[in-house]
């Protein structure tokens, strides 16, 4: 089953405590994408890769870092979260130009910074 | 910046009624998708458009982009609690070498049996 995978679903921890999110998808995809998602503020763009070893920053990098040595894994980590990036993030694969970008999201993480 | 505005934001309605949300932008975009995410999920695609004027049927949805590719609009015919939800819409773009989305904040969708 063609999917995107993400671990933990669910997350509380304390400010300060580094934390990395992870990523997966079985569909061969080269683009790969973090979002956050807000009340009144909508999906908005971490960081994407468009490939192996390249990333680069989207709409809302800050307090974030990513990698890209696997196609197939992108984690999303943050070295010292704040109470301010508690939010819901999904992680997306896509395979542009042929298919428009379409994304496939996986099913979210919940985290709360204390 | 690339925009898009969703109308409502918010919609309560009975089963059986119709409705319509829009989004709206002044860029003009090479494709415009749907999704929807319910709650606990991430958005899920239901539809792109691709071609100005294009109307695509996805059972009781009808999706369409505006001639002139700023505008799409989704219409949901005897809507059903089941088609409760978030509706997210998209516009792709390209330039500076990557291929991009812009999303829009969503429509709200609840429907009362």
């Known amino acids: 089953e063609a999917q995107v995978t993400q671990n933990p679903r669910y997350l509380i921890t304390v400010t300060g405590k580094k934390l990395t999110v992870t990523c997966s998808q079985n569909?061969?995809?080269?683009?790969m994408s973090w979002y956050r998602q807000d009340p009144g503020l909508g999906l908005r763009q971490i960081y994407y890769s468009m490939n192996v070893e390249v990333t680069d920053k989207g709409d809302v990098p800050e307090g974030y870092k990513v990698s890209r040595k696997e196609k197939r894994n992108f984690p999303l980590i943050l070295e010292s979260p704040s109470p301010n990036q508690t939010s819901l993030y999904f992680c997306?694969?896509?395979?542009?130009?042929?298919?428009?970008?379409?994304?496939?999201f996986g099913p979210g993480t919940r985290l709360t910074v204390l | 910046t690339q925009l898009l505005e969703q109308s409502p934001q918010f919609l309560s309605i009975q089963e059986g009624e119709n409705l319509t949300v829009y989004c709206n932008s002044s860029?003009?975009?090479?494709?415009l998708q749907w999704y929807r995410q319910e709650p606990g999920e991430g958005p899920v695609l239901l539809v792109t458009v691709v071609t100005g004027g294009e109307v695509k049927k996805l059972k009781r949805l009808t999706f369409q982009f505006g001639d002139a590719r700023k505008d799409s609009s989704l219409h949901i015919t005897a809507a059903q609690p089941g088609d409760t939800g978030l509706y997210l819409c998209a516009g792709g773009w390209s330039g500076g070498g990557a291929d991009g989305l812009t999303f829009g904040k969503g429509t709200h969708l609840i429907i009362q049996p």
């Open positions: 569909m061969n995809h080269e683009y």
């Open positions: 997306a694969s896509s395979q542009p130009p042929q298919k428009y970008n379409e994304q496939f």
């Open positions: 860029s003009v975009f090479s494709s």
